[in-house]
């Protein structure tokens, strides 16, 4: 059996873990820039608000249904996952995260265990430890394991096993529902007669794969109870590693974009020393928005490539590339919206000896950024920065309902009284 254990209205729940005054209420947390509604609590769903709506449509009626809403704290919901994997090791030995809320778990039990027991000793061991109500599901395959959890999340016991014979479920299951299969796919599919998951299981797997993809043969027998989706390998390294963000505001100023740059930069190379890695080059661009000025100028992207001297995974010698780069892709009179960082020709560091030919900076700061990490990991993002990164970083998105980093800045621990 696989089981999936998915946390229910996620970045709702960690919310409410640390103000309980939020129980009961209808609550939704808002996208970056605080745009639009991302995640929702049951009562906010019973409004009949859709997932999506921006918060500016729904200022007017606040007071009217009682609404609640916070600025996405993605320190805190990343911390809270952290925590549900570690638990959920206690379990199981295999566990595979799929999401910051979902994770797939390979019970080494016997075919006769009493699974629905186990997935609620799980479910009630995370909602005391953790606080975090979740759904979990188990079938004998990841695509079945789906549907298993969206039907447990439903459940009163928040958790469903799919029969031997899971034809009656797979009937009655939409085959916009199953996963991998998207909104467009599913206009295709029922365009042709394919109306639900077992019509899809049924379906002729050679000309699923020559009118579709091979992955969606795959898909159909994973609802046949094959296995075709292998766990994924955590220790398989990234191909590349990006770091981007919207703005909270227009920016014009190449100081401010600048800016942004380094930090992003700097959020990627903490990434890159994590997996043991080191860069060839980035590609760094900025977005800017459509203006119109007689003519229109339409949102586009400028970008440029900076190959490194040496492989790295120096924050330093990685901004000392880019920086002298920035000027020649910025376009003065024009306001962006967005900038990134991507990092390619990743290859792995570890163990790997340094370059006798790298610059003497770069053999001196060969220690100095795993000890940033290691600082910034105890004491809270942020602790240690470059000061290319800025102080003010008056460009950052804008989370006007931010809640406090409960768990991750010492500055904001929850005080007890």
């Keep these: 059996m696989i089981g999936l254990v998915d946390g229910n209205n996620f970045f709702v729940s960690c919310e409410r873990i640390f103000d309980p005054s939020l129980e009961g209420k209808p609550v939704a947390v808002l996208s970056n820039n605080d ?34 809403f916070r600025s996405s704290n993605y320190a805190l919901y990343g911390d809270i996952s952290r925590r549900i994997i570690a638990v ?19 019970p ?43 039907i447990g999340k439903k459940s009163s016991s928040g ?14 299951t939409p085959v916009s529902e199953v996963w991998g299969v998207g909104r467009r796919l599913a206009l295709k599919l029922e365009s042709m007669g394919i109306h639900t998951a077992f019509d899809l299981a049924s379906r002729d797997l050679p000309e699923l794969k020559r009118r579709f993809s091979v992955l969606l043969a795959q898909t159909a027998l994973e609802l046949r109870g094959e296995r075709c989706i292998a766990a994924e390998d955590p220790s398989e390294l990234s191909q590349s590693i990006s770091c981007s963000r919207s703005f909270g505001h227009p920016v014009t100023a190449f100081e401010d974009l600048e800016e942004s740059v380094a ?13 043991k890695q080191r860069a060839a080059g980035a590609n760094i661009y900025f977005q800017l928005y459509p203006e119109n000025r007689h003519l229109l100028l339409s949102s586009t992207v400028t970008s440029t490539t900076v ?38 020709g990743l290859e792995s560091g570890e163990n790997a000896p340094r370059d006798l030919f790298a610059p003497d900076s770069e053999k001196n700061n060969a220690g100095l950024f795993s ?47």
């Design 307 to 344: 190959a490194f001297e040496h492989p790295t995974d120096d924050t330093a010698q990685m901004m000392k590339a880019i920086r002298p780069k920035l000027r020649g892709i910025f376009v003065p009179g024009r306001r962006y919206k967005k900038s990134g960082v991507l990092f390619f």
């Design 159 to 172: 958790v469903f096993v799919m029969p031997d014979d899971p034809q009656g479920i797979l009937r009655r």
């Design 263 to 275: 930090v992003y930069t700097a959020r990627a190379a903490e990434k890159l020393r994590k997996e």
């Design 88 to 106: 959920l090791h206690e379990f199981v030995p295999q566990v595979e995260q799929y999401s910051i809320d979902e994770a797939f778990i390979y």
């Design 108 to 150: 080494a039990l016997p075919a006769e265990t009493d699974f629905h027991a186990f997935g609620s000793r799980i479910r009630e061991t995370l909602r005391r430890w953790i606080g975090v109500p979740c759904g979990v599901g188990f079938a004998p395959t990841k695509t079945l394991a789906k549907i298993a959890n969206h």
């Design 371 to 417: 000890v940033v990490d290691q600082i910034n990991a105890k004491y809270g993002r942020g602790t240690l920065f470059t000061l290319g990164e800025g102080t003010t970083k008056s460009w950052q998105m804008k989370r006007s309902l931010l809640s406090p980093d409960y768990t991750t800045s010492w500055d904001q621990l929850l005080k007890v009284k």
């Design 35 to 68: 745009g639009c509604c991302i995640s929702r609590s049951n009562e906010f769903k019973a409004l009949q608000i859709p997932m999506g709506t921006p918060y500016f449509q729904l200022r007017r009626v606040i007071k009217k249904y009682g609404l609640e």
